[in-house]
């Protein structure tokens, strides 16, 4: 069996660091890099593209609302067509930066509320989904699983990889539960490796409930910005090796030419 491991990467901002990046690096098949609207700027998102070049990662880019303040976790409402505008202005930047140092951008990933506002509204999901396919129409868009994400870029021709979290409890919608609660976030390495290898090996996501939720499931994200996300890694990646699982990056899980 494969699978691919992403995380939420390079969302520092100037002097700011967040995150322990180069070790995290190691341990992940793909790296979602911040484009400077709700995490990242140029410098921090050069120095992102060359380590994961170093570890043989594919790059994503990880477009998000103009927030710096709010970490892109605050929701903003948007015309549809500036937030198509939006998107491909942070893929473009990311393409741009990426190219200049030999690497190219194979898939996007949204970021924190937006990624949130397009698992359930059409209009913004499909927003988002213009936006990518402006930007390059080979570009694989990576969206939560069950989303309205995945029937919009189905929609429009994109390529789809199924997510889901190492680190996210989720409801009995199939939905990741709010930050707004104390039990959203899995940081417990133990449970964590558990939580991947059984979503893998049952097809489901399992809400904190207990109901089953099939799913088929292409990527785990990890969040940088965690302080938990390197021990969380290393015990998932020991318990993939346990279980012959291979960590492969978005476009091998695909089958698609990098």
Known sequence: ????????????????????????????????IACGMHAGDPTIMVQTVELAKRENVSIGAHPGFNDVWGFGRRQIRMNPVDLEHS??????????????????VTHVKPHGALNNMAHDDIDVAMAVGRGIKAADPGLIFVANVGSQMTRAGESLGLRIANES?????????????????????????????E??????????????????????????????????AVPVMKAVRAKLADRNIEVVTIPQMLGVDA
């Open 195 to 228: 939580h991947v290898v059984r979503i893998l090996e049952e097809g489901a996501l399992f809400s904190v409930n207990g109901k089953r939720i099939p799913a088929e499931v292409h990527t785990f994200c990890i969040h940088g910005d965690e302080p938990t």
């Open 165 to 193: 979290y190492v680190d996210r409890r989720y409801d009995d919608n199939g939905k990741m539960l709010s930050r707004e609660l104390d039990n959203a976030v899995i940081r417990s390495p133990e449970e964590a490796s």
């Open 87 to 104: 998107v491909t202005y942070q893929i473009g930047a990311l393409q741009a930066l990426a190219a200049s140092r030999g690497a190219r």
């Open 1 to 32: 069996m494969k699978i691919n491991i992403n995380a939420d990467i390079g969302e520092g901002f100037g002097k700011f660091r967040m995150g322990s990046d180069e070790e995290l690096m190691r341990l992940i098949g793909s790296a979602n």
